[in-house]
């Protein structure tokens, strides 16, 4: 059987590591409860596991409360639950909310769908670094503005946000500031109270957790948020989101988060390193490749490049073995470029030419160094066979 190839997708999903699969299987089997029986012991020990899980979640979060925390199916939900459930509950008049143009479409989406029903959306531009000017959000707030939305690091460029700054804006000016920390959770340290964040969206699948749980974080302190719920049913989350919870899941949440907390000095470095070594390998190549983002001020384990005279998804399909994407899903299914490369200002040939390297805690530096030399090998090989073959499309 042919090897597995290298994984370097980290950003779409990562495996779950087995300390956290051990710490989820006894609640699959024997401890099989479900988290709201209240009269036998199979019951009161789900609830036990699933209190301890908050706790220990909310703990990493610097929440005040662990009852802050809202379980979801994953950041996709979380993300709905905040906008949609805010702009919902909001009693009259036209509610206003600010976002960036480089959000995920779980928050672009739901913005679209809240536009028509009657809210008004302010769509802010980034640098050509991938950050977004704090000074923007001061000014696009105005009366009717029930929350600013912008992401903590971006799926794509790895870029990540002045929080704090956006944070302290808003608090300010006595506008809810919400944060889609999908990539950023577990990657970086996130303190909810220090950076002025008052809902924050993460799931479990991008930090080595199981897939099909994530959470929402919703500050409970004056002035109380308030947020009209996604699902009806059981009244279950203090009534946001209801549905038996997934005890396993939410169990292997928390540990995958305590052990990216723990390992994360380590790891962080590990990976900037790791990240470097393979820009300049790449560099060293294809000399006129171009980094996109942040040089500095993105996630440790990511590299999103331009190479230029290709097509990317061309060359991602000429590299069997190794792992990688161009980082928007979206493209490959409306084929249309990345919204996130157009809004740094990048062509629609720069960006078909852009791909996305999310390394990540399996990542060995002898990986790195075969996935450098396939990808200058078949970027060359390609550029070398012309156009055609190179996979450019006339426009
Ligand atoms: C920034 C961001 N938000 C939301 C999502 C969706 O997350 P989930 O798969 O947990 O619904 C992703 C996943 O790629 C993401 O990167």
Known sequence: MAASPIYLDHHATTPCDPRVLDAMLPWFTERFGNASSATHRYGWEADAAVEMARESLAHSLGAADPRELVFTSGTTESDNLALQGLVRAASAGEPHLVTTAIEHPAVLDVCVALEREGARVTRLPVAGDGRVDPAA???????????????????EIGTLQPL???????????????????????????????????????CAHKLYGPKGVGLLYVRDRRPRIRLLPLLYGGGHERGLRSGS????????FARAVELCLEEL?????????????????????????????H???????????????????????????????SGSACASASGEASHVLAALGLSDSAARASLRFGLGRGTTQAQIDIATARVVEEARALRERGPRSAGLRKH
Do not use: Y
């Open 265 to 293: 000095p380590g790891e962080a470095d590990r990976l900037t390193a790791l990240r470097e070594r393979l820009w300049n390998g790449l560099r060293a190549g294809l000399p006129d490749l171009r980094r996109n983002g």
């Open 164 to 202: 704090a700054e956006i944070g302290r804006i808003c608090r300010e000016r006595g506008v809810l500031f919400h944060t889609d920390a999908a990539q950023a959770l577990g990657k970086l340290r996130l303190d909810v109270e220090a950076l002025g964040i008052d809902l924050l969206s993460a």
């Open 245 to 252: 919870l997934p005890v396993p899941l939410v169990v292997g």
């Open 295 to 325: 040089p500095s001020e993105r996630l440790p384990g990511n590299l999103n490049v331009c190479i230029p005279g290709l097509e990317a998804d061309a060359l991602i399909a000429a590299l069997k073995d190794v792992a990688l994407s």
């Open 137 to 155: 959000v001061a000014q696009a707030i105005t009366p009717q503005t029930l929350l600013v939305s912008v992401m903590a690091a971006n799926s």
